[in-house]
């Protein structure tokens, strides 16, 4: 099988340049060669540098930090007349060749808004790829961290817009003419992010009052609320809900106080975990989140001051006369409702003789027991703090929502 493709060679007769002639090439293009000027026969004429971006994935994006690191590669491509060759001179095959990042001139980029060092694209001995028209193509591949300020009003259902923006020290406009080759990102390599969905991708070059170009990287994202949801949302309105039930549990167990303290609890862990995840700063604005646990809080401080006064009513000796008030209230709350559940049970052709501890509603002789206040009490706090808890809810999903 060698033998006929050294035939096909003799008789097409291909021509292949080999390593010495690329070696003279290299020698031949870096003599005398300052890689600390820049390309352009004619000074008066900017370099134009064709620019791009290849998003790989988006690796973190944090919050309370307020930094974005993104893996990716920019892409930059430009005609440097003093490295264009006759390939004819080598071989007549040699039409590309690479070199070494340091060996030659390249726009050297820095990050303007760096979340720790400042540090340029592209290592030392990264290579760049020659065409014998004078071409040259880079495309350095890193780790890109920058500052990002989050906006968490609607956290965990919150959008986040970054930017990381690069320019070149030392040269203006006039010198440097870069170019977007693509208004978006390059997403051909893109493999999704397990926390953020990103949306919309923008590629643009700003020229700046001090008349120096600025490549604006900006990457729209989306938090994904799955996770949000199932983990967070969901048992903290099941323990405010949970919360109701301390005032149908029989005071004779002695549990009331006890378990309105510990579900208490539970929602200030998932207070303190919200927090711990959010910036410290109040700017834009606070978590709505922040604002519905708080109240969560301040509700759950009411049962447990409601479970508190509830059992002193119902420890209270039958010695004591309960005052005008207290009994008006539990006719009105408590006594009203067993007599009509009373009423509702009877049949119409049934004759029943009823011996009820308690006198026919209206009767100035009734004889209300403290028993009965704590009762009526319970069925008020438990219509109140249900519709505190649901109007917190509604309100806040509302807002989110909208």
């Given at each position: 099988?060698?033998?006929?493709?050294?035939?096909?060679?003799?008789?097409?007769?291909?021509?292949?340049?080999?390593?010495?002639?690329?070696t003279?090439?290299?020698?031949?293009?870096?003599?005398?060669?300052?890689?600390?000027?820049?390309?352009?026969?004619d000074?008066?004429?900017?370099?134009?540098?064709?620019?791009?971006?290849?998003?790989?994935?988006?690796?973190?994006f944090?919050?309370?930090?307020?930094?974005?690191?993104?893996?990716?590669?920019?892409?930059?491509?430009?005609?440097?007349?003093?490295?264009?060759?006759?390939?004819?001179?080598?071989?007549?095959?040699?039409?590309?060749?690479?070199?070494?990042?340091?060996?030659?001139?390249?726009?050297?980029?820095?990050?303007?808004?760096?979340?720790?060092?400042?540090?340029?694209?592209?290592?030392?001995?990264?290579?760049?790829?020659?065409?014998?028209?004078?071409?040259?193509?880079f495309?350095?591949?890193?780790?890109?961290?920058?500052?990002?300020?989050?906006?968490?009003?609607?956290?965990?259902?919150?959008?986040?817009?970054?930017?990381?923006?690069?320019?070149?020290?030392?040269?203006?406009?006039?010198?440097?003419?870069?170019?977007?080759?693509?208004?978006?990102?390059?997403?051909?390599?893109?493999?999704?992010?397990?926390?953020?969905?990103?949306?919309?991708?923008?590629?643009?070059?700003?020229?700046?009052?001090?008349?120096?170009?600025?490549?604006?990287?900006?990457?729209?994202?989306?938090?994904?609320?799955?996770?949000?949801?199932?983990?967070?949302?969901?048992?903290?309105?099941?323990?405010?809900?949970?919360?109701?039930?301390?005032?149908?549990?029989?005071?004779?167990?002695?549990?009331?106080?006890?378990?309105?303290?510990?579900?208490?609890?539970?929602?200030?862990?998932?207070?303190?975990?919200?927090?711990?995840?959010?910036?410290?700063?109040?700017?834009?604005?606070?978590?709505?989140?922040t604002?519905?646990?708080?109240?969560?809080?301040?509700?759950?401080?009411?049962?447990?001051?409601?479970?508190?006064?509830?059992?002193?009513?119902?420890?209270?000796?039958?010695?004591?006369?309960?005052?005008?008030?207290?009994?008006?209230?539990?006719?009105?709350?408590?006594?009203?409702?067993?007599?009509?559940?009373?009423?509702?049970?009877?049949?119409?052709d049934?004759v029943?003789?009823?011996?009820?501890?308690?006198?026919?509603?209206?009767?100035?002789?009734?004889?209300?027991?403290?028993?009965?206040?704590?009762?009526?009490?319970?069925?008020?706090?438990?219509?109140?703090?249900?519709?505190?808890?649901?109007?917190?809810?509604?309100?806040?999903?509302?807002?989110i929502?909208?």
């Open positions: 099988m060698l033998w006929k493709v050294w035939f096909l060679s003799l008789l097409l007769g291909v021509e292949c340049y080999t390593i010495a002639q690329e003279l090439l290299h020698q031949d293009l870096l003599n005398g060669y300052n890689r600390r000027i820049r390309p352009g026969a000074r008066t004429t900017p370099v134009n540098i064709l620019a791009s971006f290849t998003l790989v994935t988006l690796k973190e944090s919050e309370s930090d307020g930094k974005i690191a993104v893996v990716g590669a920019f892409g930059f491509s430009w005609i440097d007349e003093r490295l264009a060759w006759n390939p004819v001179s080598y071989g007549n095959d040699l039409y590309s060749t690479k070199v070494y990042f340091e060996d030659i001139w390249v726009p050297k980029f820095v990050n303007l808004n760096p979340y720790d060092n400042l540090k340029r694209v592209g290592l030392d001995e990264m290579d760049c790829v020659l065409q014998d028209s004078g071409r040259v193509d495309y350095p591949p890193d780790l890109y961290e920058s500052t990002c300020d989050a906006d968490v009003t609607y956290y965990p259902f919150d959008k986040q817009k970054c930017s990381l923006l690069y320019y070149i020290p030392g040269y203006y406009s006039d010198d440097i003419n870069i170019l977007a080759e693509s208004s978006k990102f390059h997403m051909d390599l893109y493999e999704k992010n397990g926390l953020w969905e990103v949306t919309e991708t923008s590629f643009t070059i700003e020229t700046t009052a001090k008349n120096f170009q600025v490549i604006h990287l900006t990457i729209s994202m989306t938090r994904r609320t799955t996770y949000y949801i199932a983990g967070l949302l969901l048992p903290i309105v099941l323990m405010n809900f949970i919360q109701l039930f301390v005032f149908l549990l029989p005071v004779e167990s002695g549990e009331r106080l006890g378990f309105s303290i510990t579900v208490l609890l539970a929602v200030a862990v998932f207070l303190t975990i919200i927090q711990d995840k959010l910036p410290e700063a109040s700017e834009p604005n606070v978590s709505l989140l604002y519905k646990l708080l109240v969560d809080m301040i509700i759950g401080c009411g049962m447990i001051l409601a479970v508190v006064i509830g059992m002193r009513f119902y420890h209270r000796s039958d010695d004591i006369r309960v005052p005008w008030i207290l009994r008006g209230f539990t006719r009105c709350f408590y006594l009203c409702c067993t007599q009509v559940n009373l009423k509702q049970s009877i049949k119409p049934e029943v003789e009823i011996k009820s501890e308690k006198p026919i509603m209206g009767s100035d002789e009734i004889h209300i027991k403290w028993n009965d206040v704590g009762k009526a009490f319970d069925r008020v706090c438990i219509t109140f703090f249900f519709l505190s808890l649901v109007l917190n809810n509604i309100v806040y999903f509302i807002i929502f909208s």
